[in-house]
């Protein structure tokens, strides 16, 4: 069973910065970050691939955001820099096994508990 434990969540000025980690107890194909603000579906953010580092972005994080990975800590990162108030949400770490493109929920096998991010104006 593949525990995900997230961490580096807060509150932070539009304009500012935090960074997101996410410690993985094992191996999968996929990582991906998964955000859900109040009264709206969970949506994807971004997602990379343990092997070659691959990555991607939902095009409303795209150039604010970056993901990042380190294999010798089994750890996956976020860089959330010029946050805004609608980047407020509960942030959500999941690990995928299978080769599903990692921009859908349906693609990951495993959550963590989800870390609140809460961007003031």
């Known amino acids: 069973q593949v525990q995900l434990v997230e961490s580096g969540g807060g509150l932070v000025q539009a304009g500012g910065s935090l960074r997101l980690s996410c410690a993985v107890s094992?191996?999968?194909?996929?990582m991906g970050w998964f955000r859900q603000a109040p009264g709206k579906e969970r949506e994807f953010a971004a997602a990379?691939?343990?092997?070659?580092?691959?990555?991607y972005y939902a095009d409303s994080v795209k150039g604010r955001f970056t993901i990042s990975r380190d294999n010798a800590k089994n750890t996956v990162y976020l860089q959330m820099n010029n946050l805004k108030p609608e980047d407020t949400a509960v942030y959500y770490c999941?690990?995928?096994?299978?080769?599903?493109?990692?921009?859908?929920?349906?693609?990951?096998?495993?959550w963590g508990q989800g870390t609140q991010v809460t961007v003031s104006s």
């Open positions: 094992g191996r999968t194909f996929s």
């Open positions: 999941a690990a995928g096994r299978g080769r599903t493109p990692p921009v859908v929920s349906h693609a990951y096998d495993y």
């Open positions: 990379i691939l343990w092997s070659d580092g691959t990555t």
